[in-house]
């Protein structure tokens, strides 16, 4: 079996797409339940190495148009990100440039009493760098190698190959 640029391409996608599937399944993640009233807060935190992307989700089992309010801390309670989250799943990211704790801090912006559940975690992105860019050389010669194959076609006669 002769493997051309197009085959190597894709089999580099593919190790490159697994590889990020796999690193970032095994990444450090924490969840919780939260059963808040309302204007009530409620925190959950892990640590993050230096220079990471960290993450979160929060999900709103019985959502009726009212959001949440987050606030992602660091050590020293310096802001790192904060908004409201106003749909049923809401995912941020947010820079780790110091190695430490971070924390998300809820609070509740609905009249009634709701459930939450959140979930804080890393992407690894130092270690997901390489298989992403085992990816991306297998992208540019899939592009590569398509333009090869296609510069020599014109559009009004395909199945000609003029030179």
Same mark, same amino acid.
Request: hydrophobic share 40%; charged share 20%.
């Given at each position: 079996?002769?493997?051309? =640029?197009? *085959?190597?391409?894709?089999?580099? #996608? !593919? =190790? %490159?797409? $697994?590889?990020?599937?796999? !690193?970032?399944?095994?990444?450090?993640?924490? +969840? &919780?339940?939260? $059963?808040?009233? &309302?204007?009530? +807060?409620?925190? =959950?935190?892990?640590? @993050?190495?230096?220079?990471?992307?960290?993450? @979160?989700?929060?999900?709103? +089992?019985?959502?009726?148009?009212?959001?949440?309010?987050?606030?992602?801390?660091?050590?020293?309670?310096?802001?790192?990100? *904060?908004? !409201?989250?106003?749909?049923?799943?809401? =995912?941020?990211?947010?820079?780790? *440039?110091? +190695?430490? #704790?971070?924390?998300? /801090?809820?609070?509740?912006?609905?009249?009634?009493?709701?459930?939450?559940?959140?979930?804080?975690?890393?992407?690894?992105?130092?270690?997901? $760098?390489?298989?992403?860019? /085992?990816? @991306? /050389? %297998? %992208?540019?010669?899939?592009? @590569?190698? $398509?333009?090869? *194959?296609?510069?020599?076609?014109?559009?009004? &006669?395909?199945?000609?190959?003029?030179?």
């Amino acid at each position: 079996m002769r493997l051309s =640029i197009f *085959k190597i391409s894709i089999l580099l #996608i !593919i =190790i %490159g797409a $697994s590889g990020t599937g796999i !690193i970032f399944s095994e990444a450090d993640r924490s +969840s &919780q339940l939260m $059963s808040l009233k &309302q204007t009530e +807060s409620d925190e =959950i935190g892990m640590f @993050f190495e230096e220079n990471d992307i960290g993450y @979160f989700t929060i999900t709103i +089992s019985e959502f009726q148009s009212q959001g949440v309010y987050y606030r992602v801390v660091d050590e020293n309670f310096d802001t790192i990100s *904060k908004g !409201i989250a106003e749909t049923k799943m809401s =995912i941020r990211y947010f820079d780790a *440039k110091e +190695s430490g #704790i971070y924390t998300i /801090v809820l609070t509740n912006l609905a009249q009634e009493k709701m459930n939450y559940e959140v979930e804080i975690g890393s992407t690894n992105a130092l270690i997901i $760098s390489i298989p992403a860019g /085992v990816m @991306f /050389v %297998g %992208g540019l010669l899939l592009l @590569f190698s $398509s333009y090869m *194959k296609l510069k020599n076609y014109r559009i009004a &006669q395909p199945d000609e190959n003029i030179k």
